[in-house]
């Protein structure tokens, strides 16, 4: 296999649609803590349709940003909007030191979010605090195991070995925390 040149990169922003853009406003800048840094209206032709949408920017603390969409035409929203049914395996996951962790689970509880809507899970190599957002967007919060230097440099070496296992029809697990 030849070694690809590592890509620079970092991440802009992850966008996604809403219906609602005060309540995520309220939620990501009152309850999580990631400031509103741009709400550009725009009017433009967008796949063979005039389309009018609001687009918000929210820092989540290195420059980068979560982005919302709402459109003005409820057909545009229909048509781009989020899937109806949220799902936990589509979510996007934030790194986050235990206090912030902590702050968040404390905010998203004061406002009346808590279990089962916001929970916790011990990955093992992470802590991953849940919630939907407004908008029916899963976010993860994680706090990484204190030797997630070790588990990471250990899970690196067998990556391509476990892969082919499981591609090969070898399902068993292999994260020790779900399977002592």
């Known amino acids: 296999m030849n070694a690809l040149p590592r890509a620079k990169t970092s991440l802009h922003h992850n966008a996604y649609v809403t219906e609602d853009m005060e309540a995520v406003r309220h939620f ?12 550009w ?15 918000c920017f929210f820092d ?33 996951a934030m790194k986050v030191d235990q206090a912030t962790q902590d702050g968040i689970k404390d905010r998203l509880a004061a406002a009346g979010i808590s279990e089962p809507q916001a929970y916790i899970l011990n990955h093992g190599y992470c802590y991953s605090l849940y919630v939907f957002d407004p908008s029916g967007l899963l976010v993860e919060f994680t706090v990484d195991h204190e030797n997630v230097a070790q588990i990471n440099a250990e899970k690196k070496k067998s990556a391509h070995e476990d892969l082919a296992k499981w591609l090969a029809g070898d399902h068993t697990p292999n994260n020790e925390q779900f399977h002592r």
Not at 28 to 35: A, L, V
């Open 28 to 39: 990501y800048e009152e309850i999580i803590g990631y400031p509103l840094v741009a709400t």
């Open 60 to 92: 989540i603390g290195d420059g980068s940003c979560l982005a919302f969409f709402q459109f003005a035409d409820r057909a545009d929203h229909e048509e781009f909007g989020p899937e109806l049914q949220p799902s936990g395996f589509r979510h996007l």
């Open 41 to 55: 209206a725009e009017k433009t032709e967008l796949f063979g349709k005039e389309r009018t949408y609001m687009h």
